[in-house]
Each structure stands twice: as C-alpha cells, then as structure tokens.
C-alpha cells in the first residue's frame, strides 16, 4: 500500500515565503515523475510545477521565478519552496506521483492561504 502525506501548508502574509513537502511510503519501485497541483474552489486543478526522475521541470508561467520544485530520490519526496506569494496563490496543493509500475498517486492535499 502506497501513501503520500502532505505537510508544510498554512497562513502567511502577501510576500512571505512556504515550503511544501510530500513524502511517498510502502512498496515503491522507483518514482518517474512528481509534482504539485493546486485547486480552488469552482476552478479546475491545475499544474504548478512538476520534476522528472532526471531532473528536468516545468513551472506554471504564474509561479516562474517564485516557486522552485525539487525531489530525494532516496527519501521519495518532493519539495515545493514558495517565495514572493500573493493572494492568488491561495489554494489547496496536492502533491502527485506517477510511479513505476504502479501508476498515479495522489496527496491528501494541504492549504496554503495567503492574506493581503
């Protein structure tokens, strides 16, 4: 049985700064890509940044030179440092994980609100 636990989520203030972290259990064999979405209410999920087992990302153009996405390997996580925030940002993030052989994981989801 996999898991994905979410933590890191909260309240800051418009230009603050939060790091997001997802971290994968159980019987993993190995982690193709990871990534973090994100959803408010009555609007579609949608991507923020994603990484590759190699390393290569791809941001959302609405968090380019504010977010940067990283993973362990070793420790099967991946990590969303968010800098400069805006109200805009806020939303409830969930983490993503497509894993070898076992397909599509998704996180519980943690919110991250950002007051003006």
């Known amino acids: 049985q996999v898991q994905l636990v979410e933590s890191g989520g909260g309240l800051v203030q418009a230009g603050g700064s939060l790091a997001l972290s997802c971290a994968a259990s159980?019987?993993?064999?190995?982690?193709?890509?990871m990534a973090w979405y994100r959803q408010t209410p009555g609007k579609q999920r949608e991507l923020v940044a994603s990484i590759t087992s190699g390393g290569s990302t791809v941001y959302a153009d609405s968090v380019k030179d504010r977010f940067t996405i990283s993973r362990d390997n070793a420790k099967n996580t991946v990590y969303l440092q968010m800098s400069s925030l805006t109200p805009e940002d806020t939303a409830v993030y969930y983490c993503?994980?497509?894993?070898?052989?076992?397909?599509?994981?998704w996180g519980q989801g943690t919110r991250v609100t950002v007051s003006s």
């Open positions: 159980g019987s993993i064999w190995g982690i193709n890509t």
């Open positions: 993503y994980f497509r894993m070898n052989l076992l397909g599509d994981y």
